[in-house]
């Protein structure tokens, strides 16, 4: 997600929100008092209800109005899983679980693959808050399977 700076022309104030998630990118427009009051950052996510949906030239976009509301999911919860892929590149390090991905940051990615190349297999008990890893409990490696 990506948030800009307020917006203000004579007549209104407008943040644009650039939203994402597996399905594809969509810019949502916050008007009025929702743009000035909106405190939401990049790596938060949000839970959007209630917006209008505008399509121009084939190019949908949303639309907050008096009914929007805004939730940031801020919980953590628990994780189980095989990592199924992993970018290892400094500045887009994440796993991918499930068919969800994670950011995580160096000091995870080293402690998963203490080589600096992907294996497959490796499986990962951890907490996440968003789509960030922010503590692991456990890691389990294919070749230290229980025999």
């Given at each position: 997600?990506?948030?800009?700076?307020?917006?203000?022309?004579?007549?209104?104030?407008?943040?644009?929100?650039?939203l994402k998630?597996?399905?594809?990118?969509?810019?949502?427009?916050?008007?009025?008092?929702?743009?000035?009051?909106?405190?939401?950052?990049?790596?938060?996510?949000?839970?959007?209800?209630?917006?209008?949906?505008?399509?121009?030239?084939?190019?949908?976009?949303?639309?907050?109005?008096?009914?929007?509301?805004?939730?940031?999911?801020?919980?953590?919860?628990?994780?189980?899983?095989?990592?199924?892929?992993?970018?290892?590149?400094?500045?887009?390090?994440?796993?991918?679980?499930?068919?969800?991905?994670?950011?995580?940051?160096?000091?995870?990615?080293?402690?998963?693959y203490p080589?600096?190349?992907?294996?497959?297999?490796?499986?990962?008990?951890?907490?996440?808050?968003?789509?960030?890893?922010?503590?692991?409990?456990?890691?389990?490696?294919?070749?230290?399977?229980?025999?």
């Amino acid at each position: 997600m990506q948030v800009s700076n307020l917006l203000e022309t004579p007549s209104s104030r407008r943040k644009i929100i650039t939203l994402k998630d597996p399905s594809g990118v969509v810019e949502m427009k916050a008007w009025g008092d929702m743009a000035t009051n909106l405190q939401i950052e990049a790596e938060q996510m949000v839970k959007i209800s209630c917006v209008t949906i505008d399509q121009y030239l084939n190019r949908c976009s949303l639309n907050t109005n008096p009914s929007t509301t805004v939730e940031v999911l801020n919980e953590e919860e628990e994780i189980e899983g095989i990592i199924d892929a992993a970018c290892l590149d400094q500045d887009m390090m994440s796993v991918l679980i499930e068919e969800q991905l994670y950011k995580v940051d160096i000091e995870v990615m080293t402690r998963l693959y203490p080589s600096g190349e992907f294996t497959p297999g490796v499986e990962i008990h951890a907490t996440v808050k968003g789509r960030s890893i922010v503590e692991v409990f456990n890691i389990r490696r294919p070749d230290e399977e229980n025999h």
